[in-house]
């Protein structure tokens, strides 16, 4: 199923997306500046995250202390989460012509718990939809790399949330599942650039997708 699109809004809206540990932070922040640099209003936000509710739903959907948390907990919680952010921050920036730039968004769902815990894409996009209105990043950009490779980075940090401790089978599944999704809709929205480079070549890379998007 693909998702319902519904870009009315004058804005722009633009996600990056991968595994752990492929750069989807520092990217997202590298971005935003080159945008505003060029003269474009930007909000930026993470999932889960972005305002005081979702803020506190990520504390607990994320923490490492809860190990015993089943999917279908972990699946309405990020829908929670993401239904607040959207009605909250992304649709009225949209509706403002503003550019959002999200650390993931609903396509995340789609993989971890649609396709790799088993809910299914129907189910998972189905609850997208009322979550975000039906709204669909215009972009998608995906950060891919070899799993060990973004669990290293990940480990050589003090940030491993509970996603982070799932096995390497796991983050292997999730990364070909992001795989699978880019290919299926390669020259619609999504866009796959190869995250193991240095962070400056994949920079480069995700502006120069950006640009042609925005024709800047």
Known sequence: MQPSTNHSQPGFLIALEGGEGVGKTVQAGL??????????????????????????????????????????????????????????????ALEEGKIVLMDRSRDSSVVYQGMVR?????????????????????????????????????????KVDRLDMQNDGFHQKVREAYVQLAKEN???????????????????????TVEEKLGL
């Not at 809860?66 to 309405?76: A, I, W, Y």
């Not at 129907?122 to 060990?148: F, G, M, R």
């Not at 929205?189 to 502006?207: H, S």
Request: without cysteine.
């Open 31 to 92: 971005l935003m500046k080159r945008l505003q640099a060029a003269g474009k209003d930007v909000v930026a936000v993470r999932e889960p995250g972005g305002t005081v509710i979702s803020e506190q739903i990520r504390a607990v959907v994320l923490s490492a202390k809860n190990t015993g948390m089943k999917d279908t907990t972990e699946v309405l919680l990020f829908q929670a989460a993401r239904a607040q952010i959207y009605r909250e921050v992304v649709i009225p």
């Open 118 to 158: 088993g809910f299914g894409r129907e189910l998972i996009e189905q609850l997208n939809d009322i979550s975000t209105k039906k709204t669909v990043p215009n972009l998608t950009i995906l950060l891919d790399a070899p799993v060990e490779v973004g669990l290293k980075r990940r480990n050589g940090t003090a």
């Open 186 to 208: 390669k020259g619609e929205r999504w866009v796959m650039i190869d995250a193991n480079k240095p962070v400056t070549d994949v920079e480069q890379a995700v502006w120069q």
